[in-house]
């Protein structure tokens, strides 16, 4: 009898060298108060000057999320006091962000669900607080990082809808290339609003939950919220608006600490920074940095190649991966080859050696090549096993490693026959049992024979041969 | 102007003001506001604010790290309390 | 360069004439009180560029950053602040090869104009040192007219170098917005203020600009400057009412007026109607922007602190409690309060709005007059305290000089003639580039009344 309503504030590192107003290394991880100069430590007399990188990705966000772009985008100073805030008001947009009006199809369980995009807009981030204690430790490095924040219109319903969402637009942005989407090392955060209402009766009051740091969370969260509001209304109770944190460790939302006042963040244009009016130029660069859609990505995967749902899944994850994919697949491979190689084998040595594929010795190429091996007959699969291990220490083509392992299958009969011929010998009683009857020992005499013959034999051929010389 | 309306707006500003303070501060505050309703007899409508005087054309900054003449330890030194490379403020749970 | 700029260049960088230069500045001092740090031999101790500034000695309003020293913004909250950058401008000077000996003083963050809101000194006028210097670069101005320097820095946002210039006798440029960068100028009112210059001359006013301007990568208002070159024929005078000036001021403008004729221009006569409201709009865009350019002072990464807080709030509240004077306060709480949702198309929206239709009534008379003439101050330098002008009136009297500053024109303030035993200046004002048409006015004018020596007033080093 309730309709629920959510929707998303994301805010995302946008992945430049720079902070967004000064000339600091933007870089997670450093040193604590390294990455600073007066501009983004605040100091007076500094002015701030506009990362080009940074806006140019942020128009390729806006413009991959099918909004209206802004022709003369505006800065303005968000006004209010927070001690990891060096200027205490914030540079952002708000009366002509760089886009807004937009839209993303996000697929959530087999359906296809349009969310829109209320706007995107341009800021900087804040330093870091680190409570210890009776005091509180500031780290300005991350002051001034680039942010782009994406509000959406209230149009998820459940908790499972924005972890969805979530995953779409991290794959998003790791798509184009702008942003890491790495929720624990906050270069991606969400904040969730949520209302319920009868049904029909159109929002409720919002609740704005903060403190979201994966999107599991997300969904907890949010399901709690609903469930939460959901009880206060079947007990006639009314629903406030409020602030809330999720905390992870007791599994439930607490309200903020009340502020004493309301917010009021006196919105004016910033007066150091003139408005921004894209070239064509600028314009045509952004429509350069597009690219395929995550979603048209992976309905494509399928219907050109024949993967499965899950299989495409898998391939689209990354852009990479089915870049990777796609160059295999036309270098000679087979399309659901490609996948499970990429799926199992590959995968494992990755998660093994910690590189990622795009870093690792593997190409598509060289994946095409080991395929097409096995499939002359050149190689095994087992043997293509290893011979993917050696691709990964020494970063040799397939063929190469081959021919100096002296990895290649042997599957002419009189060569194998031969080695059969000296196990047989070796192990004359197993044959005696074998013949008896005993046809477990089979199994015994194909190992002798594979290790013999050092892997290379093809296990058919060893078989066939076997049979022939075991039991005539 | 009513008082708590100063005092709404000294919190948005992070001020704390002392009885004398509220009273001769909000006095000036007040004689400015009504001299400020001059501005209500001038009819502007239809003209574009100016929030920029002069500045017509784009201007952005490579994204390339720049050399600072101040290095961070100087920054850090400006600061009143600090514990290694941290700057410390109190915070009474 | 002139005699006057030869002999300058000698003061502090020839050790003989250097000891007899501080003595000099040392004796004044006692007086007026112009300097917060004054120390030449900081700078000597770099090599001096060569260039059209080559060993003169300036002297910079203390809000604008110099590495090395302090950058106290006439204020408890920063009175410990070391600079850890220097300002383009100032930067821009040192590769002309003048030499910084000084940091001035100044109303609190430039908020005033009298420079009696200085948390840290009091300046006297070398004139009589019962009355102010002006403001807010009474420190710069009244070191230019003592001759402790040729030429000072200071900041304009509503007439705050030429209205001392004026008080002071010397001469006062505010350059077009933009066209000097504000990099390392402690921000009060972003969109109004620029680097301006005090001197004791035109031409050292003109190749300090020179010097000191240019589009500056460190900041995204600077532009180039791209002056017509065009030959002023034509001034257009403000016609003013009755009793808006002093009597001395009225009589010195009128007399201005006669030179200028004689010297051959053309006059005519303009109004500004919009006049009435160039100082509520000024105010409201003013307080507005340094309501969130002083936010950024709250004892945590620089500046006061207090003994004890509980939380970062406290510490917040406390030190800015402590840390400003009630100027300051005033104006964040009115900036504050004029960007209240609720409020500010009430104010802040319709000021900027006003601000345009200023603009509109300014630049319709550079069609008819190449450079436009209007008082500085209705009043010559006012004595300390408020027995003279309160801190509204004071407000009030900025009509003249803010007019510039919210359409960002370039202004001058020139000497003009003494009076009673005081100094009185007089203000023109060109269209965006054209200081050379304040230059060429200001130079005829200097033919016949120059900047006048205070007694006690010389630059014999030897
Ligand atoms: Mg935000
Ligand atoms: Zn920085």
Request: proline share 5%; glycine share 8%; hydrophobic share 35%.
């Amino acid at each position: 009898m309730y309709q629920s309503f959510i929707g998303l504030e994301i805010h995302i590192h946008l992945d430049a060298e720079t902070k967004a107003f000064c000339g600091c290394k933007a870089h997670f991880g450093d040193e604590e108060n390294t990455n600073v100069c007066p501009v983004c430590m605040g100091f007076p007399g500094v002015l701030p000057t506009l990362n080009e990188k940074a806006i140019q990705m942020s128009y390729t966000v806006a413009r991959a999320l099918n909004c209206k772009l802004s022709p003369n985008t505006k800065f303005e100073r968000k006004n209010y006091f927070y001690p990891d805030m060096p200027k205490n008001y914030q540079i952002s947009q708000f009366a002509e962000p760089v886009g807004r009006d937009g839209y993303i199809d996000i697929e959530i369980g087999d359906s296809i669900k349009r969310v829109r995009i209320h706007d995107v807009h341009f800021e900087e981030d804040a330093g870091k607080m680190i409570h210890a204690g009776d005091m509180s430790l500031l780290d300005y490095n991350r002051a001034g990082y680039p942010l782009l924040e994406i509000v959406t219109e209230p149009d998820l319903v459940i908790g499972e809808d924005a972890e969805a969402f979530l995953k779409s637009f991290r794959r998003l942005v790791r798509y184009l290339g702008v942003c890491d989407g790495n929720m624990e090392e906050g270069s991606m955060r969400c904040d969730a609003n949520v209302s319920i209402n009868l049904k029909g009766a159109g929002l409720g009051e919002k609740v704005e939950i903060k403190n979201l740091n994966s999107s599991r969370f997300v969904r907890k969260a949010l399901n709690y919220e609903i469930e939460r509001q959901s009880g206060m209304m079947d007990e006639g109770k009314a629903v406030v608006q409020e602030t809330r944190l999720w905390n992870e460790n007791r599994d439930q939302s607490e309200p903020m600490r009340k502020k004493e006042d309301a917010n009021d963040y006196r919105y004016f244009p910033e007066p150091d920074l003139p408005p921004f009016r894209p070239s064509e130029e600028f314009m045509q660069d952004v429509e350069n940095s597009l690219c395929e859609m995550p979603l048209v990505r992976k309905q494509r995967l399928m219907n050109s190649y024949g993967l499965s749902s899950d299989q495409a899944e898998y391939i689209h994850e990354e852009k990479y991966m089915a870049d990777f994919f796609e160059q295999a697949v036309f270098s000679g491979a087979e399309a659901v080859q490609v996948y499970s190689w990429l799926s199992s084998d590959v995968k494992k040595l990755l998660n093994r050696t910690g590189l990622s594929l795009e870093d690792c010795p593997l190409s598509a190429e060289r994946l095409a090549k080991l395929i097409s091996m096995i499939g002359d007959g050149q190689i095994s699969g087992k043997i293509a096993k290893k011979v993917l291990d050696y691709i990964f220490d020494e970063d040799k083509d397939p063929e190469t490693i081959c021919n100096e392992k002296k990895l290649v299958q042997i599957s002419d009969p009189t060569a194998i026959g031969k080695i059969v011929e000296d196990v047989l010998a070796a192990h004359a009683q197993v044959v005696e049992d074998i013949k008896a009857g005993d046809a477990r020992q089979m199994g015994f005499l194909v190992g002798q024979v594979m290790k013999a013959s050092g892997g290379n034999a093809a296990p058919p051929v060893v078989q066939s041969v076997l049979k022939e010389k075991v039991l005539g | 102007m009513e008082i708590s309306d100063l005092t709404v707006t000294a919190t948005l500003a992070s001020l704390v003001l002392d009885e004398a303070e509220t009273q001769k501060l909000g006095d000036e505050v007040s004689r400015m506001l009504s001299y400020f309703e001059k501005m209500s007899e001038i009819d502007v409508d239809g003209l574009e604010p100016t929030t920029h005087a002069l500045q017509k054309e784009n201007r952005l900054r490579d994204d390339r790290r720049l050399s600072n003449e101040a290095q961070p330890d100087e920054l850090l030194e400006c600061a009143p309390d600090l514990e290694d490379r941290f700057i410390l403020i109190p915070n009474v749970l | 360069m002139s005699d006057f700029e030869k002999k300058w260049s000698e003061a502090c960088t020839q050790p003989q004439t250097l000891k007899a230069y501080r003595k000099y500045v040392e004796q004044w001092e006692e007086q007026i009180g112009s300097f917060l740090e004054f120390d030449p031999l900081r700078s000597l101790e770099a090599d001096i560029p060569q260039g059209p500034l080559t060993g003169i000695p300036f002297a910079v309003k203390d809000n604008i950053a110099v590495k090395n020293y302090k950058l106290t913004c006439g204020s408890k909250m920063l009175e410990h602040l070391v600079s850890p950058y220097t300002a383009t401008a100032v930067k821009n000077l040192q590769k002309a090869g003048a030499v910084m000996v000084g940091k001035t003083n100044l109303d609190e963050f430039g908020m005033g104009s009298s420079t009696d809101n200085s948390a840290l000194k009091q300046t006297n006028n070398p004139w009589d040192t019962e009355r102010v210097a002006g403001g807010s670069s009474g420190g710069s101005a009244a070191a230019v007219a003592a001759g402790l320097v040729p030429f000072a820095l200071g900041s304009d946002t509503g007439g705050s170098v030429r209205q001392p210039a004026s008080f002071c006798g010397v001469y006062g440029l505010k350059p077009t917005y933009g066209v000097v960068s504000r990099y390392g100028l402690t921000a009060y009112a972003s969109s109004l203020e620029v680097i301006g210059v005090v001197a004791r001359t035109t031409s050292m006013c003109k190749t300090v600009f020179e010097a000191m301007k240019g589009k500056d990568p460190m900041d995204h208002t600077s532009m180039d400057h791209t002056p017509s070159g065009k030959e002023v024929k034509t001034v257009g005078v403000l016609k003013i009412e009755e009793g808006a000036l002093n009597p001395e001021v009225k009589a010195s403008y009128d007399s201005t007026v006669e030179r200028l004729k004689k010297a051959g221009y053309e006059i005519i006569e303009i109004e500004l109607p919009t006049l009435e409201y160039v100082v509520p709009a000024y105010y409201t865009i003013a307080t507005a922007e340094a309501s969130a350019n002083l936010a950024r002072y709250n004892g945590i990464r620089y500046g006061h602190a207090p003994v004890y807080a509980e939380n970062p709030t406290d510490l917040m509240r406390k030190s800015r409690h402590e840390g400003f004077g009630d100027e300051v306060k005033l104006r964040v709480l009115l900036g504050t309060y004029v960007l209240r949702s609720g409020f500010q198309d009430q104010y802040y929206v319709k000021a900027q709005k006003i601000r345009t239709a200023i603009r509109n009534d300014v630049e319709r008379w550079y069609d008819k007059a190449d450079i436009l003439m209007m008082p500085v101050f209705p009043t010559p330098a006012f004595h300390h305290g408020s027995s003279d002008l309160d801190t509204f009136q004071q407000k009030q009297a900025d009509l003249y000089t803010c007019t510039a500053n919210l359409v960002g024109h370039p202004a001058l303030s020139v000497p003009s003639t003494m009076e009673n035993g005081l100094p009185v200046g007089v203000q023109f004002m060109a269209p965006p580039f054209e200081e050379d048409r304040l230059f060429q006015v200001s130079s005829v004018l200097e033919k016949e009344f120059q900047a006048p020596e205070a007694p006690g007033y010389h630059t014999d080093w030897s």
